[in-house]
């Protein structure tokens, strides 16, 4: 599956959030996901629709990535929309080349989560809100994912930008990011694949199966209540 990471932020090179999931993708993701930033592309705003819409037909899933701007993107990824996804390529007649492919959100957000939760100041839910988004995504034929939100980066300690970085990298590279089950299996093959040499002790297999296992009980957990909860239902 291949990933294409439409990024419009009007100053990305000042944005901590932007440069944190630039750098987040090692080299093993960077295989799988091109990274597209707008305004660094066009900076006179000038689209090159042909060269866009080729990218968009070459690539599986698409996410746009933005910080989320009075409960919308930046005016150049408007501009994009307006300009990329056209008649007869995204939608009416003959217009299926976004068909089956999947569109997604990583959203950057100035404000806390329960302020978009019931009784928030907001008034609205993030899915509330992205109602436009879906709305593309269901007019072109793609499967709509449920947004990656990010709230108050700036506040987030070390341990939260870890879990960031994690959850931003299954974002872009798992066919199912939102199961359980594929986040598991891709922390499992991940650490297989790069915790021996960044650990660089002796006991790093250990360390790494131990870790593997405590993953693996806990889903034995999850699966047991599940089937618990499914006989309870029944």
Sequence with gaps: MKTLVIISHPSIDESGSQQFLIQALSDRSLEQVTLHPLEKTYPDGVIDVKHEQELLKSHDRIIFQFPFYWYSSPPLLKHWQDEVLT?????????DKLKDKELGLVLSIGLSEKEYQTGGQEGYSI???????????RKTGMTYLKPLSIFQYAYMSEEERMGLLIRYQQYL????PDSL????????????????????????????????EHIEDNRMELDELRMHIDNYHE
């Design 173 to 176: 590279t798992l066919k199912k």
């Design 127 to 137: 899915s509330e809100l992205t109602k436009p988004f879906q709305a593309v995504a």
């Design 87 to 95: 008649e007869h390529f995204a939608f009416g007649y003959r217009g």
């Design 181 to 212: 089950k594929p986040r598991e299996e891709w922390i499992i093959a991940a650490l297989k694949e790069t915790a021996t040499e960044t650990l660089r002790t002796d006991h790093s297999d250990f360390i790494i199966e131990q870790v593997i």
